[in-house]
């Protein structure tokens, strides 16, 4: 027989047990159905349409595409994304057409987000104002910049090319995927 002190002992371990495996079920959503788990590790890199909120803006961007990882400013770019996903694993950043501007400090806070050292870009029209902000503040951050369509300043180690081009897309391919 267990001496009472042992008895409540014993009860309050039990409970304690319970209590956190409740705990944990209720924090993953697991249970008997084999749902998903609803706090388990989700990839930012999953191909889908993706809405958060990094330094307090609400950001929506879209992934598609299995390659080295291209972020690309000022979508939808209809004609080259969907040549580009074939290639590369392609982050379209959605900068908003009003309110709160996006800023080099927000698309780095994006780069944190996907967890990755560097980012290739891709700045389109206006996305390449963006583009260039950004491998200006961060420079160590960017590996490859290409801008199209953009009339502002062009760095060297950047691919200036037109859209107009019949054959832009593989020039874009071959720049980014050159080992220099």
Known sequence: MMNPLGYWKYLAATLALLATTATAMAQTGAGPAGDVARGAYISPLLPGSHQVS?????????????????????PPWETGSSELSQRFTLV?????????????????????????????????????????????????????LVLVDSPQLIKPGTLVISADSSHFLKDISSFLLSSD
């Open 54 to 74: 990094l330094n307090g803006i609400p950001t929506h961007y879209q992934v598609s595409g299995e390659g080295p990882l291209l972020v690309m400013l000022s």
């Open 92 to 144: 379209a950043y959605d900068m908003p057409a009003s309110g709160d501007q996006p800023t080099a400090d927000h698309l780095e806070a994006l780069r944190r987000y996907l967890k990755r050292e560097q980012i290739d870009l891709l700045g389109y029209a206006q996305g390449s104002e963006l583009a260039i902000a950004y491998a200006s503040r961060y420079p160590d951050r960017v590996r490859k």
